[in-house]
């Protein structure tokens, strides 16, 4: 059974169509990426997965559980870092909320633990969104943007981080990513989105031999990040 089941979804702002007919699915433990210019719909999707917005119609369906590290982060600046990851187990009743799993996996993280989280840098506010969304114990990982403004040694950090993750457990990964090639390079599938709709999927490697996919997000600006 997929982990996540996307199916027909169409999401509007009002009259405006910002998801058109998308269907996806990502199995447990899988890596998948998801690619597509500005304003194609990727936070759309993200935030009607996270039932922060409701479709007009179609369905979503998580079979486990799925945290999210949403776009900009959006943590709670004036609350510490502590804190901050004690909200991202609101939901688990079942265990004592694994605060020291994230530490081990941030240990920087460890001695900030009472800081004001706007006071940390970029990097470091990644890193508590990831554990936050890690604090739920989740097998499904979504991350909306996961080097935008950061430096490429501490997006490498968190890359490495959440690959220790997965050898451990099961961890299912959807990425939204600017940075195509270093998605691409990680993940095993990918959907293209543009204007609300999947307008490609399927294995990276095949995908990025496709002209028109390489030109258009590994050739040009996309690909040049780093
Ligand atoms: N709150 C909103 N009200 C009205 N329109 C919105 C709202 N949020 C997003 N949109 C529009 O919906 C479309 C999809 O936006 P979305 O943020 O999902 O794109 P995106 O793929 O995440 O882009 P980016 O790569 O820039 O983050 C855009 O045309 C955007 O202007
Ligand atoms: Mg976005």
Known sequence: MALLEVRDLVVQYGQAVALDGVRLEVQPGELVTLVGPNGAGKTTLVK??????????????????????PEGR?????LSVEDNLLLGAWRVRSHR????????????????AHRRAGTLSGGQQQMVAVGRALMGDPQLLVVDE??????PVVVKE???QITRIREKTN???????????????????????????IVAEGATKALAE???????????RGGAAQ
């Open 97 to 112: 909320p694994p605060l020291d799993l994230v530490y081990e996996i941030f240990p920087q993280l460890r001695s900030m």
């Open 158 to 160: 968190i890359v490495q």
């Open 210 to 220: 496709q002209p028109a996919i390489y030109e258009a997000f590994l050739g040009g």
């Open 74 to 78: 959006q943590l709670f600046s004036e």
């Open 171 to 197: 961890l299912a990964l959807l990425l939204i990513e600017q940075n195509v090639r270093l998605a691409f390079a990680w993940c095993e599938r990918a959907y293209v989105i543009e204007g609300g709709r």
């Open 146 to 151: 996961l080097s935008l403004g950061l430096a």
């Open 48 to 69: 009607t997965l996270a039932g922060v917005l409701r479709p007009v119609r179609g369905t979503v369906q998580i079979h486990g559980r799925a945290g999210f590290v």
